[in-house]
């Protein structure tokens, strides 16, 4: 019975390191993963970020990824690239905020 409540504690754990383990291997897996990863990062500074919009791309077998995010009524652009096949955690991610240039 415990091995069993154990279980059921860590299978949420082991989900979310697979998951950001987990292969990418198309330019819309690396556009959802950069959208996620870079909001998150947003929200982490107290930023609410809204307005996503993206355009991708593939060189070779890197794909690319230039999004931009709307806060506070200006723009915050973010770069994304990642070897195709790569885990997610190897994606690279760039975060500008044009107000600072």
Do not use: F
């Not at 409540?5 to 949420?12: C, F, K, Q, V």
């Not at 198309?26 to 993963?33: F, P, R």
């Not at 791309?57 to 915050?76: A, F, H, K, M």
């Not at 096949?85 to 905020?97: L, V």
Request: charged share 25%; with cysteine; hydrophobic share 40%.
């Amino acid at each position: 019975m415990h091995a069993l409540i154990l279980l059921l504690t860590l299978l949420p754990l082991v989900a979310h390191a697979h998951e950001k383990n987990a292969a990418i291997h198309t330019s819309s897996e690396a556009v959802t993963w950069c959208k996620e990863r870079s909001e998150k990062q947003l929200r982490k500074q107290k930023k609410t970020p809204y307005n996503w919009s993206a355009s991708w791309w593939t060189e070779v077998n890197t794909l690319r990824v230039e999004g931009e995010w709307s806060v506070d009524n200006r723009p915050i652009r973010v770069t994304c690239q990642i070897e195709t096949g790569a885990a997610r955690s190897s994606m690279t991610m760039a975060i500008n905020d044009k107000r600072h240039p």
